[in-house]
Nanobody, 113 residues
Framework: QVQLVESGGGLVQPGGSLTLSCAAN????????MGWYRQAPGKQRELVAD???????RYADSMKGRFTISGDVTKNRVTLQLNDLQPEDTAVYYC???????WGQGTQVTVSS
């Protein structure tokens, strides 16, 4: 069983920053990719970014340049740095492993003045 534990969400003003962290716990871990998705109210869940065990990263086009994913999949940890946050970034952010085989419980990010 794999458990993904997220931390770091919260309320931030427009232009602010947040750091989200995710750690995978469990037995027989065999992860090859970890990443973040988000789901805004009334919208479908979408990819934010992910990172493969060899360090290759992938970003949604709209989030390139503002968000940075880092970490070490082989150590079961990933971090998402969110910069220049805007109200449209308000969503529940979910950590995922192996492209959706495992999911975290989600952490709320709210961008509001």
């Amino acid at each position: 069983q794999v458990q993904l534990v997220e931390s770091g969400g919260g309320l931030v003003q427009p232009g602010g920053s947040l750091t989200l962290s995710c750690a995978a716990n469990g037995t027989n871990l065999s992860l090859f990719v970890m990443g973040w998705y988000r789901q805004a109210p009334g919208k479908q869940r979408e990819l934010v970014a992910d990172i493969v065990s060899n360090g290759i990263t992938r970003y949604a086009d709209s989030m390139k340049g503002r968000f940075t994913i880092s970490g070490d999949v082989t150590k079961n940890r990933v971090t998402l740095q969110l910069n220049d946050l805007q109200p449209e970034d308000t969503a529940v952010y979910y950590c995922a492993a192996n492209r959706g085989i495992y999911w975290g419980q989600g952490t709320q990010v709210t961008v509001s003045s």
